[in-house]
């Protein structure tokens, strides 16, 4: 045992399972798989539990030996003892020192214990405005926007699709000349949490592929369409999608000044997109 900063006791992985006669390497895959275990980092060393730490594991470890799988022991443990949330400043300055580690362990840790879209309204956007007004002020910082982008994509991963073999209802995709995909998979992870089954087509992606996709799973399906600019918001896809039979939603700010069919849906927001893709009267 040693101490933080502040005279925090601060635990080895060794001293931890010592005391709750786990094996250390059950504490480890529940730090890798969930997310259940040290949050306390200090460069150069390895990561040490606090008395904070050990209470969820505790927590967990009860839930578990109850009969509780250990994915739901794992969000109800987080759910009992929440972290404090990330700084967005904490994020940025991760991020202008390309530490990808850092940068990784606290929007993973924020995806963990608050969920999708509190990571990504609070903790990432923000982080990514400070970016663009550095970039604004011709202070360079496209690869710390790559890194971070690279960065939050790997953690939204961490959110898996939902079990089962029901057929997905929404189809998201990217408009046909846009590239820029990282929001569409922020809202796939968060349609994921709440158990709604989608299909990702990721980036660029041409009309007959979305056409082809309404075809395959049939023409009970809502796409959503992703443009981050004026110039690959695509008004013939929508109307493409929506005569073939699919329902259209479009989502992103080059959306803002395209004249859209009567019929077509705009989100501006990812809650928005969310609450109206969860409703069942989408």
């Known amino acids: 045992m ?15 399972a010592e005391r709750l006669g786990i094996p250390t390497a059950t504490l480890r895959s529940w730090t890798r798989r969930y997310g259940i275990g040290p949050h306390e980092h200090r460069s150069g060393h390895h990561r040490r539990y606090t008395d904070d730490d050990i209470a ?4 967990m470890r009860a ?24 700084d967005p400043a904490l994020l940025l300055q991760a991020a202008l020192r390309l530490d990808t580690p850092a940068a990784a362990r606290i929007v993973e840790d924020n995806v963990r214990h608050y969920g999708v879209i509190a990571t990504w309204d609070v903790l990432c956007r923000p982080a990514f405005a400070a970016i663009e007004a550095l970039q604004g002020a011709s202070q360079g910082c496209i690869d710390v926007e790559h890194m971070l982008s690279w960065t939050v994509s790997r953690a939204l991963q961490l959110v898996p699709f939902p079990p089962g073999v029901a057929p997905a209802s929404v189809v998201l995709a990217c408009s046909e000349r846009e590239a820029h995909s990282l929001p569409l998979e922020a809202l796939r992870a968060a349609l994921c949490e709440r158990g709604v089954a989608v299909v990702v087509l990721g980036a660029a992606v041409p009309v007959p592929a979305l056409l082809d996709a309404l075809t395959h799973r049939g023409r009970d399906v809502t796409v959503v369409l992703w ?21 259209i939603v479009v989502a992103g700010p080059g959306w803002s000044t395209t004249d859209l069919p009567d019929d077509a849906t705009r989100v501006d927001a ?5 609450t109206h893709l969860v409703s069942p009267e989408r």
């Open 56 to 59: 969820v594991v505790q927590r």
């Open 270 to 274: 990812l809650t928005d997109a969310v």
């Open 2 to 16: 040693t101490t933080g900063g502040a005279g925090e006791p601060l635990y080895t992985v060794g001293c931890v």
């Open 63 to 86: 839930l578990v030996r109850g009969g509780v799988s250990p994915a739901d022991a794992a969000r109800q443990a987080l759910a009992a003892h929440p972290m404090p949330r990330a």
């Open 227 to 247: 443009a981050q600019t004026e110039a690959t918001a695509d008004r013939q896809a929508v109307e493409a999608v929506r005569d073939a039979g699919g329902r």
